[in-house]
């Protein structure tokens, strides 16, 4: 057990100290203390000793050196089961603090603020008080170390336990998410430095992120998860309502946001198992989203709906004449959320900047180590479109071939999407064959009674060999939007022009594996 006898306390988030000291002075603590939380505590009348006092020497360098002293120092690392070290502490006129309750300076909060100054961003970089933490939690089997106001309340609850003790155990976990926080804190910093000398891929990455939320499971029930955000981004994926979200519930909420947010207002992205099962936009809403259910209305049923504008009543009463999973929206009336309370089940996530710029890395994990590779938000634009057929398209045709083009991006590869000038008519999507994929995307949209005769058809890479091309003729499709740059080009600009094909070049390919 560590018998607390001695605190240092030097805070920037304040939450609770008054509260905590309070109770430390009431059970004869010695409190130590520097700056604006030596302020804080003396102003309430709590018994407190300024460091400088403590150690003999003043704070200097207008306070940026103050707790980097052997007194200090030595009193958080001497350990007191080793002779040795207790007699090196009293020659030096060292004593132990067996506390330590320590935050950083705001470093995160301070270079989020719009325009700080580099200046700015390097007061904030806090020395001394890492410098305790690790002390202290290097030393924690006989120093306790709190660096998290929540964590006040359960060191003094086991402290009145104990009679003025806490455990080793206790002190152990206090430390491990002290070198959580300094790692983290640390991060910070790199990533700023890196991303003002625009540095993306360092030879050296450390990535910070804050536990956000567990997850109700993983990909399966028998897998763990949970969801962690950025230190510099705060997530705006809160749920209004609807049961606890899981791993694939998250993925797919992220992937129905991130279809409907590259297209036109009012557009509506229905999402299963990562895919768009249907992809629409109209003048309303309640347009768009009945267009994309056309699409694929079976697997539409427990899908992800991402709407890139506001759900009114109308919408929300469609949606819910059947299962849906969950709806991700800029946002929702009052009449919607009545509705939708009516479905308590449904999960409903408001995302207020849909058309905010995205500028996020893909991470993605493998056998020991990381991918990391910036999101594909390109987006091309009509101008730099090759028409490579005899066949000319008209501005009409234009229109409907790049809304393909917008749409097949976010379709897992092998990717083919046969598209009317604003919604999806079949969608073809993760075989392992081209023509495969030609051929499920004409299946589906004929099963569920949709024409493709006089389609638009995205491919999000190019045609390898001219089987493909003949496929789409036979379905009745009018023209093809792909990236080009096969060793077989001309054997498939041949075989379009056979058929009487438009057929485009991007010169851009959308693999999404």
């Not at 350990?79 to 006129?93: F, R």
């Not at 939320?213 to 705060?234: S, T």
């Not at 009336?333 to 939708?340: C, H, K, P, T």
Request: aromatic share 8%.
């Amino acid at each position: 057990m560590i018998e607390i006898k001695r605190a240092l306390v030097s805070v920037s988030d304040k939450a609770g100290i008054t509260e905590i000291c309070s109770f430390l002075a009431k059970n004869g603590v010695e409190i130590l203390s520097t700056g604006g939380t030596y302020d804080a505590l003396s102003k309430v009348g709590i018994p407190v000793k300024k460091v400088d006092e403590f150690t003999g020497f003043p704070e200097i360098l207008h306070g940026r050196v103050k707790t980097l002293h052997p007194k200090i120092h030595g009193g958080l690392l001497g350990d007191t089961t080793n002779p040795d070290h207790v007699k090196q502490m009293e020659s030096n006129g060292i004593v132990p603090i067996t506390l330590v309750i320590v935050n950083l300076y705001p470093f995160v909060k301070t270079v989020m603020k719009p325009n700080v100054t580099l200046e700015d961003a390097i007061e904030n970089i806090d020395i001394g008080g890492p410098s305790m933490l690790r002390s202290a939690a290097k030393n924690h089997k006989n120093v306790v170390v709190l660096t998290d106001p929540k964590d006040y309340e359960s060191f003094q609850a086991e402290f009145t336990k104990n009679k003025g003790k806490v455990s080793r155990e206790t002190a152990f976990q206090y430390a491990a998410k002290v070198f959580s926080e300094t790692a983290s804190y640390d991060s910070a910093i790199s990533t700023f430095f890196n991303k003002k000398l625009d540095i993306k891929y360092p030879d050296k990455i450390t990535l910070a992120f804050n536990k956000k939320q567990k997850l109700r499971y993983g990909e399966n029930p028998h897998q763990d998860a949970a969801f962690y955000e950025p230190l510099f981004i705060k997530s705006q994926f809160e749920a209004l309502q609807g049961k606890e979200l899981s791993f694939n519930n998250m993925l797919d909420f992220d992937a129905a946001f991130h279809v409907a947010s590259l297209l036109p207002k009012n557009a509506v992205s229905i999402v299963k198992h990562l895919n768009p099962c249907g992809i629409a936009f109209g003048e309303t809403v309640l347009e768009s989203f009945e267009l994309a259910r056309k699409t694929d209305p079976i697997s539409a049923f427990g899908g992800i709906i991402g709407i890139h504008g506001r759900v009114e009543k109308e919408s929300a009463e469609e949606m819910t004449k059947n299962f849906v999973e969950g709806v991700i929206a800029e946002s929702f009336s009052d009449e919607a959320l009545e509705i939708f309370a009516k479905k308590p089940n449904v999960r409903l996530i408001p995302i207020a900047k849909f058309d905010e710029a995205l500028d996020e890395l893909d991470l993605r994990s493998l056998h020991h180590g990381l991918l990391i590779q910036n999101r594909d938000y390109d987006l091309i634009t009509k101008d730099k479109l090759k028409i490579v057929s005899k066949k000319q398209p008209t501005a009409d045709d234009l229109e409907g071939l790049m809304f393909a083009w917008n749409c097949v991006k976010f379709i897992k590869s092998n990717a083919i999407v046969y598209t009317d000038q604003n919604s999806t008519l079949g969608i073809g999507a993760g075989q392992m064959s081209r023509v495969d994929s030609v051929e499920l995307g004409a299946t589906k949209a004929q099963k569920v009674g949709l024409s493709v005769v006089g389609s638009y058809v995205g491919s999000d890479a190019f045609f390898p060999f001219r089987d493909g091309i003949d496929a789409i003729a036979k379905v009745g499709a009018k023209a093809i939007i792909q990236p080009g740059g096969s060793i077989r080009d001309e054997e498939v600009i041949q075989a379009a022009d056979e058929h009487g094909l438009i057929m485009v070049f991007t010169g851009m390919r959308h693999f999404r594996h």
